[in-house]
């Protein structure tokens, strides 16, 4: 696989870095992305994975845009009120970058197809913005089952997180270690508890940053790691997550 010349133009400020250059821009393209959710966390990863030059770029979202997503979800304009969340997105995709192929589920993922729908995309890493407990398990289980790996990004009012999971290693722990086993856990929405929006931009920055690094490695390897953001506190944290030897699904 080659880069055209208006490639590597378009893709010149890669390039010219070391740790990715031209071998590594050629990986982007031919790689496979999939993200969980085009809202506020996979809103902007959908850009910045577009624009970054991911060749295929996925997303499942059974979602139309409605006017309260607009002060978070920049992917969308107000023109694109009661649209399919994944029509707007490829509209948005092809528009920003026509190199890119885009391909969008209006469904929603849950334990009974997120194998199939995984197995059929066949991606190279999966990218979790979802807003719903359950289906971050289902998620997270069929990626560790399909051996793919998992970034994982999650906001809450002025909070952010992000791990990167890779749970078939043997000293990396899956989701399940680091969240535990209960399926009814109860998850509150973003419209009951409120949430920043520029904090959501931040994170599916973030997010799009390790899966972009999940397909051309560079600097240090973020899984079995959870960073913690403080939007309040203006902090950063990092920390190890161990593999839990008991866990029933990669322990």
């Not at 060749?55 to 979202?61: E, F, K, M």
């Not at 979802?130 to 998620?139: E, M, P, Q, S, W």
């Not at 973003?190 to 931040?202: K, P, R």
């Amino acid at each position: 696989m080659n880069l055209s010349d208006a490639e590597l133009e378009r893709y010149a400020r890669h390039i010219v870095l070391r740790e990715i250059g031209g071998g590594g821009q050629v990986r982007l393209k031919a790689a496979r992305v999939l993200v969980i959710g085009a809202g506020g966390i996979g809103s902007p990863a959908i850009e910045y994975l577009a624009a970054a030059g991911i060749g295929t770029l996925g997303a499942i979202d059974d979602d139309q845009v409605s006017l309260s997503n607009l002060q978070r979800q920049t992917l969308y304009a107000t023109t694109d009120l009661d649209r399919p969340k994944v029509e707007a997105a490829r509209a948005r995709v092809a528009a920003l970058n026509p190199e890119v192929t885009f391909t969008g589920f209006g469904q929603r993922i849950d334990a009974r197809n997120a194998d199939a729908l995984i197995a059929a995309f066949h991606p190279d890493v999966v990218l979790d913005g979802c807003d719903n407990f359950a289906t971050r398990l289902a998620v997270a289980d069929a990626c560790l089952r399909h051996r793919v790996p998992l970034v994982s990004a999650a906001v809450s009012e002025f909070e952010g997180q992000l791990g990167v999971f890779r749970g078939w290693e043997a000293d990396k722990p899956c989701y399940r270690c680091f969240v535990g086993h209960d399926p009814e856990r109860p998850g509150i929405s973003c419209a009951e508890q409120g949430v920043l929006g520029a904090l959501t931009g931040v994170m599916g920055s973030l997010a799009a940053l390790e899966a972009i690094r999940a397909v051309a490695p560079f600097g240090e390897d973020p899984a079995g790691k959870l960073l913690l953001v403080d939007a309040l506190a203006f902090r950063f944290r990092a920390l190890t997550l161990p593999k839990d030897p008991g866990c029933p699904v990669c322990g």
